[in-house]
């Protein structure tokens, strides 16, 4: 997006969320708002029930939070998840898959079928379509720090391609030594939004990004001093800022940079009261 494209428009119809002390979006909305003490507790990973077992016994930590807060956040819609299109964006994919590679190939250089299946940067995806009985169209990106800008970047443009709707999933994992003095990620967190070109009865919030030369990294910063060393430290925690807006009610800009260099305003308002519906929800996460 150049600096004179239009502003990219979305309503945010979903949230999932898990990271050190936020248990998911719905026990962390009061965290963010200040409402409740945040805890800086490590984060509890959820086994992928929808996967079958085999599958599950397989995927490590990227694949678990990735479909966590998938399901999560399509559940908060009330969508399908096997008709919505997908963008899963990381910084880093699958620490512990990379790690035990590079030990194999320093060692007797036998590399396990199952671990190079499981270290492609799509893997997320991949699991995410046997999971949901997904056929639609999904895209997997990585801008190191930047992942979340460029994931978000990607899902409103395909909105304003023409698409309905489409679910953005951002998440981290940490790096075991001696990678992790290279590539410091203290711990695993995962967003996901299901973004949708209009609103509907379960809209949140209500977002536009532009292109700016604008550069203010401290109107991205956490309130809350243990949020803000998650936003800081975990690239996919970027979103944080976001969340906070949209737990508080507060209509509020975010600036996010991007791989190139460049910074997008994010402005945000939060629709404090969705109008209740009853439609049921089809997600696969049993």
Known sequence: MTRHDAPLLAWIEGIGLRGPGLPGWAASADILAGRVEHVEVSTVLVAPAALPPAERRRVGKGVKIALDVGFEAVAHAGLDAAFLPSVFTSSSGDGDNCDAICRSLADDRLISPTR???????????YWGIASHSMAPSTSLCAYDDSFAAGLDDALTQLAGGIEAIVLVAYDAPYPEPLHAARPTPDTFGIALVLTRAPGPRAVARIEMRATAVADPHRNAMHIASLERVRSAIPAARALPLLAAIATGDERTIVLEDAQGTHRLLHVQSISSPTP??????????
């Open 116 to 126: 190079f299946h499981n270290s492609v940067h799509n893997a997320p995806s991949g």
């Open 277 to 286: 519906v009853n439609r049921e929800s089809h997600t696969q996460c049993a």
